[in-house]
Nanobody, 126 residues
Framework: QVDLVEFGGGSVQAGGALRLSCAAS????????MGWFRQAPGKEREGVAV???????SYADAVKGRFTISKDNAQNTLYLQMNSLEPEDTAMYFC????????????????????WGQGTQVTVSS
């Protein structure tokens, strides 16, 4: 059984930092495209960042230069380091796994991602 569990959400003030973790079990995710997505109340889900099986990362424009996605293959864990947080970053954050090594061209849609975690809440106050 494939399971993705997110950790590390919380409440911070604007300008602060958080590090999200996503522990994967039930399969070896290291060769697949993995990503972080978020959804704020009343808004559609949006892609935040992805990392492919070779470790190449892509980011949404809204988080470029502030967020960093990484993975520890030995620990089967995906990370999202979030710096310079803004109130607009407030959302439920989800990790997800695709079924291919390369991330889809339109990865931010999240349509092809097969496995999803339950999410962890991030709240940024001004």
């Amino acid at each position: 059984q494939v399971d993705l569990v997110e950790f590390g959400g919380g409440s911070v003030q604007a300008g602060g930092a958080l590090r999200l973790s996503c522990a994967a079990s039930g399969y070896d995710y290291s060769t697949f495209c993995m990503g972080w997505f978020r959804q704020a109340p009343g808004k559609e889900r949006e892609g935040v960042a992805v990392i492919d099986g070779d470790g190449r990362a892509s980011y949404a424009d809204a988080v470029k230069g502030r967020f960093t996605i990484s993975k520890d293959n030995a620990q089967n864990t995906l990370y999202l380091q979030m710096n310079s947080l803004e109130p607009e970053d407030t959302a439920m954050y989800f990790c997800a796994s695709d079924y291919f090594k390369e991330c889809p061209r339109r990865w931010w849609l999240g349509d092809s991602f097969l496995y999803w975690g339950q999410g962890t809440q991030v709240t940024v106050s001004s």
